[in-house]
């Protein structure tokens, strides 16, 4: 992925090039016109131009000074040096030197200056193109009223023009271009911080299935990367269509508008209300008066765009981005910045999808316990039931507590074994052996309720495994048949009770006195239930309780 601050180092090392070159061709071009002029010198018989030796030594110099202030980082001032050395050689040079020199200067400052740095410079040059035309003119004594006309005239004066001329075509050329690459540079590093910061909220919003983290992070990951004064989220509530809440908001502000549960109208009145009405992106500026409603606490706010959150074609919110430029939301800010809130969308949701599941899950899972419990419940009152039930049954048939085996005979006993009651207890089979006899005992259970024990001692050792797993089935189906034996029994008794009641009054019916009928019913009674003595009386009887009669 192409760097956000690549083009911009490009170019920063393209200026530290441009001085070393400076700096290198002063040098050594300086070094040169001094072998060449003391050359002429010697030829000549003169001595040395002592002034033009000593400025050459310090232009020298001062080019060395700016190499170490490059290598050792201080750009800005190796380039002032430069400059200035520059200049100051083009006031002090004159002949084919000054062109050259005058170029350097012009294109050190149009690369590496600032806008008043190139200015100065290009006004510095001018002045020295003009001082030459004019001493040129006092030399050849032509009028100063009529210098322009005289330029045309005199080839040294219109050559020096000419020279200015394309000095400053070549400086303005430079600048254009150098200005093209900064702009440029800059575009280039804005491109890839929206594509970073566009992949970052990506990575995120695909990461997080939290609505109010996910905002927040986004939200957060906007303002950082876009280097905007304020972002944040507002969402439609589910089932409203005339209002939205502030979700997610960024530093102290935001925090103080969340902690305030701030919410506006979805109406004209704000720029967010428009969105949120309009389903388009609305930008406005603070110059804007009729179409600008700017918060108290975002009083520094300059420009505001906000931008539509969709759900496929519905709207859910709106992305709220504050800048203190007015100029700050440039086409390609707004194209990721929409590309950011139809990512916001999809997000949000997932997020509430999975938020919906889970709450069914939950859901899911409290009703699971809730079952689970009466299940339980139901589980304790049928063993409770159970274990009523067969404890009354068994007190009423004492004689049916057990029976035994034995030698091929079918022996009743109610005696129980260590082994059965040991097997009872666990509630698990119990398999015992010793050196002449193998015993295996299995409960029998009916609804987590014991209801008795069944105990095998097999003539010949068995496989233990398979013993204890067929008695624990018999003793399954046991239970289930002992149960359903029993509620057989209740139904017959049941049945033979009501069909004792039906003869008894059968015979009611042709009975025709009163006295006939009791001594029928006592006597019937006395049959049926077996008892040695049996009663009935009629009438009333008064109960005296402090003077009063019932």
């Not at 490059?70 to 050689?89: D, E, H, K, P, Q």
């Amino acid at each position: 992925m192409f760097s956000a601050q690549s083009a911009s180092d490009a170019l920063e090392r393209l200026r530290i090039r441009y001085i070393r070159v400076i700096a290198f061709i002063g040098l050594f071009g300086t070094a040169l016109g001094m072998f060449f002029q003391a050359l002429q010198d010697m030829q000549q018989l003169e001595g040395v131009n002592l002034s033009i030796f000593v400025g050459s030594l310090l232009f020298i110099g001062l080019c060395i000074t700016a190499l170490v202030l490059v290598n050792a980082g201080y750009t800005r001032l190796a380039f002032i040096l430069m400059s200035l050395g520059l200049v100051i050689t083009a006031a002090g040079v004159s002949g084919p030197a000054l062109p050259l020199v005058a170029v350097l200067a012009l294109i050190l400052s149009a690369v590496v200056g600032s806008t008043l740095t190139y200015v100065t410079v290009n006004i510095l040059i001018l002045l020295i193109g003009v001082h030459d035309i004019y001493q040129i003119a006092q030399s050849e004594g032509l009028p100063l009223d009529s210098l322009f006309a005289q330029i045309m005239i005199s080839p040294r004066l219109f050559t020096v023009f000419i020279s200015l001329i394309v000095l400053a075509l070549v400086s303005l050329t430079v600048r254009y271009f150098v200005l093209s690459a900064e702009r440029t540079a800059d575009n280039a590093r804005r491109s890839a911080e929206l594509l970073r910061t566009t992949a970052e909220v990506g990575r995120v919003t695909a990461g997080l299935l939290n609505v109010t983290e996910l905002l927040a992070r986004a939200s957060e990951l906007i303002r950082d990367g876009f280097a905007y004064y304020h972002v944040q989220v507002f969402l439609i509530p589910e089932g409203s269509s005339t209002e939205a809440i502030l979700r997610a908001s960024t530093g102290e502000i935001g925090q103080q508008l969340l902690t305030e549960n701030y919410k506006l109208e979805i109406n004209t009145h704000t720029v967010v209300g428009r969105t949120l009405l309009t389903g388009e992106p609305i930008l406005t500026r603070d110059t804007d008066p009729e179409t600008y409603a700017r918060h108290a606490l975002l009083a520094n706010t300059r420009s505001e765009l906000a931008i539509p959150i969709l759900d496929a074609n519905r709207i859910v919110g709106a992305l709220d981005v504050h800048s203190l430029r007015r100029e700050a939301f440039s086409p390609n800010d707004m194209q990721a910045l929409q590309i950011m809130a139809n990512q916001l969308g999809t997000a949000i949701r997932n997020a509430r999808l999975f938020e919906a599941q889970n709450r069914s899950l939950q859901e899911n899972k409290r009703l699971f316990v809730e079952s689970e419990a009466r299940l339980r419940e139901m589980q304790r009152l049928n063993q409770q039931l159970t274990k009523r039930t067969w404890t009354d049954y068994l007190e009423e048939r004492r004689r049916l507590t057990g029976v035994t085996l034995e030698q091929n005979l079918l022996l009743p006993e109610s005696q129980w074994t260590d082994s059965m009651i040991e097997a009872t207890q666990r509630r698990q089979p119990l398999a015992r052996r010793d050196a002449n006899r193998q015993v295996i005992t299995v409960p029998i259970v009916l609804r987590g309720e014991v209801l008795g024990a069944i105990e095998v001692e097999p003539d010949e050792p068995l496989r233990e495994g398979d013993t204890v797993e067929m008695l624990k089935a018999v003793a399954e189906r046991l239970a289930t048949s002992l149960e359903n034996t029993r509620l057989l029994e209740e139904t017959q008794a049941e049945n033979a009770q009501k069909q004792r009641i039906n003869e008894i009054a059968e015979k009611f019916q042709s009975i025709t006195t009163v006295d006939e009928l009791l001594r029928v019913t006592v006597t019937e009674l006395r049959q049926s239930l077996g008892a040695e003595r049996g009663s009935i009386r009629l009438g009333t009887i008064a109960f005296e309780t402090k003077g009063a009669s019932l």
